[in-house]
């Protein structure tokens, strides 16, 4: 069993910037990857940016390139993503996630654990 408490979010303007943490605990934190994904109203739910369990490959939807960094450190069971410029369009509902086997890093259903979830709201 593995749980996910997240924290940060909330309400920013147009061209702010704002940075979600994930805490992890449960297992061992550094052996799996780990993702951000996003889910705004009436949408589905959308792949943002993955980590590897190491640190060393990282994954981003072409939505966040270049304006998001997803990190982690496996001292603190913590992975991060620090938005900058951000835009309307990025509101939505923020989710970090643990992979603890194989497949795709962009497919949520690889994914086997979820944290609760955190508000983004960019305002225009």
């Known amino acids: 069993q593995v749980q996910l408490v997240q924290s940060g979010g909330g309400l920013v303007q147009a061209g702010g910037s704002l940075r979600l943490s994930c805490a992890a605990s449960g297992r061992t934190f550094s052996t799996y990857a780990m993702g951000w994904f996003r889910q705004a109203p009436g949408k589905e739910r959308e792949f943002v940016a993955a980590?590897?369990?190491?640190?060393?490959?990282?994954l981003y939807a072409d939505s966040a390139k270049g304006r998001f960094t997803i990190s982690r450190d496996n001292g603190k069971n913590s992975v991060y993503l620090q938005m900058n410029s951000l835009k309307p369009e990025d509101t939505a509902v923020y989710y970090c996630?643990?992979?603890?086997?194989?497949?795709?890093?962009?497919?949520?259903?690889?994914?086997?654990?979820w944290g609760q979830g955190t508000q983004v709201t960019v305002s225009s």
């Open positions: 980590v590897t369990a190491t640190g060393g490959t990282t």
């Open positions: 996630a643990v992979r603890l086997g194989l497949g795709d890093m962009r497919r949520w259903n690889t994914y086997n654990y």
